[in-house]
């Protein structure tokens, strides 16, 4: 954020500043006091030109919360412009963030996740619902908050954007939780958003973070045993590379996570685990059988019969045990963990000097120390 | 299999600490596989940091991205080389490309240490360097460098294959990965009497016994970064 100055104010309008909350793309988010009415406030404040990127951000954020009246988003109270800088305050949500929640926590159990999910996919829903469209393209556990009272609330508008006009291309999202056409800047529909609270309804099974490498959500396969089979499709589905594969929004999203049984297999399910257990009970019998049946005498079974049959034993043994365990390589992660002082993903692409002389590389490396 | 890990990432008098380094374990079925990488970024303060950071974060996506298909078959130490090659060869090309553009140079080091249950491979470019700690110490790796820099790296120049050397993991053992910053002001014994598997019970002891090691580094007036990972055994 190159447009934030060195000193910033200790009051804006009728506000204290009292400790600064946290920092984004755009502005920078204050705990804030009222001087009259001595109530909390949290103060996003955008730097720059009037008309410059950052406080045109923060108008257009106020727009799109101003939309909504519900307790899980936290209200408007206040916008005014000053001399370089926009204000925008809104309700003070204290509590802890999800991400932090979410770190002491995961794997959770299936039947919390789906609990949470329901209660994330409710509000994204309330976005997905307004009219036109509000798509918040950056859902991420950090940008939910788990207040003191157990609720959920959704914060920092900033990057949302009405589905009216379909072309904004601008690049959004946060790599491992943003849909990969969001990131390669396609046009993203309301299925981004369900993507992302799929990497997120993954994270919540598998405690793999999406956001720390390899920057992509766990596979549905990856998560534990016990998981049913309904929320591993659910993640399969709302994770596909292909949009029109996913439920399209929060609300065909929302009726899948209803239809979610926690921890209990379908009948299908059950019935293959049955038939799998049945079947190799059979094979298990008919060798006792055709043993005993040799050693009684029985001139119709042949020795060669029972010199196969170990081997037909094992054939089917592990025929069965890969039929049954065809799930992922990788069962748990552990320890990812990376010291490094290089921001953001890849490489950047700024500050290239085209058509520059090639140096010679064998004398660069013999000066390096 | 790896018991716990002590890190030290400690920075020079630079801005930045142009090491960086990178620790991750799953468990598979093929048993527990654990990665830990030591990067040390050449190229001053232009872009040392951005090369050793791309490095690791390259080994990390490969780690979980394309390591557990070389695993699938089986131990093989020539599939695991091969693969982790090809994702060098890409890297060093990515990072040449960049560094040409810009007129920087923009190369790392590379330590990197990969255990699939009891059995170990270690791939080294550059100066950094792996020891293995158990009734004594012994460096496991050759070591390419000398007073006047490295002589290869990742990023800069041709690429060439990392050296690898392998082995089984015995217990109560203990690795230890170090950027060079570690290794030019103190000798072999001190690390052994600071880190030795026997003394080393826990985590903490670890830590402090690291933290140690880089005070003692700075007081015989070490400058450069000092980055390492210890790897207890078990």
Sequence with gaps: MENIPEIIPENTGRYRLIKKLGEGGMGCVYLAEHEELKRYFAVKLAFGESEGIARKCLRREAERMKCFDDRRIPYLADMYDCEGYTALVMEYVKGLSLKEYLEERVPLSEAEAVGLMKRMCGIIELLHESRPVILYRDIKPSNFMVTEEG??????????????????????????????????GGRVRADGDVYSLGCVFSYMLTG????????????????????????????????????????????????????????????????????????????????????????????????????????????????LRDLKSSGSFIIRRSWNVIYSEKSGLGLPVENKISDAPLPETQDMLSSLS | MVLFYAALHDRGPGEKNQDSMALHRMETRAGEVTMAAVCDGLGGEQCGELASGYLVERL?????????????????????????????????????????????????????FLSVGNRYLLFSCGDSTVFSLRRGIKELILRDGDERGVKRCIGIGSFFPPHMSSGRIHGDSAFLLSSDGLLKKLKEGDIQRAMSPGLIKRREE??????????????????????ALYLKCC
Excluded at chain 1, 270 to 276: G, I, K, M, T, V
Excluded at chain 2, 206 to 227: H, V
């Design chain 2, 60 to 112: 990390s996506i490969w780690f979980y991205d394309e390591l557990p298909e070389s695993l699938k078959g089986g131990f093989s130490k020539s599939r695991i080389r091969r693969s982790l090659q090809r994702e060098l060869f890409r890297t060093h090309g990515q990072l040449r490309e960049y560094g040409l553009d810009r007129m920087l140079r923009c190369g790392t080091t590379m330590t990197l």
């Design chain 2, 206 to 227: 670890a830590q402090r016994a690291l933290s140690g090691l880089a005070r003692a580094a700075r007081s015989r007036g070490e400058k450069d970064d000092i980055s």
């Design chain 1, 151 to 184: 609720e959920l609330r959704l914060l920092d508008f900033g990057t949302a954007l009405r589905d009216e006009t379909g072309d904004e291309r601008e690049l959004s999202g946060t790599p491992g939780y943003a849909a990969p056409e969001q990131l390669k």
């Design chain 1, 208 to 319: 793999a973070d999406p956001s720390r490498p390899p920057y992509h959500p766990a596979a549905a396969s990856e998560c534990p045993e016990g998981t049913s089979a309904g929320s591993r499709r659910l993640i399969s589905r709302c994770l596909s590379e292909d949009p029109d594969k996913r439920p399209q929004n929060a609300s065909e999203l929302m009726d899948e996570l209803r239809l979610l049984k926690p921890g209990r297999e379908p009948l299908s399910e059950r019935l293959s685990e049955f038939l799998y257990g049945a079947l190799l009970w059979a094979d298990i019998i008919m060798a006792l059988i055709l043993i005993c049946m040799r050693y009684n005498g029985h001139a119709a079974v042949k020795a060669e019969y029972l010199s196969v049959l170990p081997l037909g034993l094992a054939f089917l043994w592990m025929f």
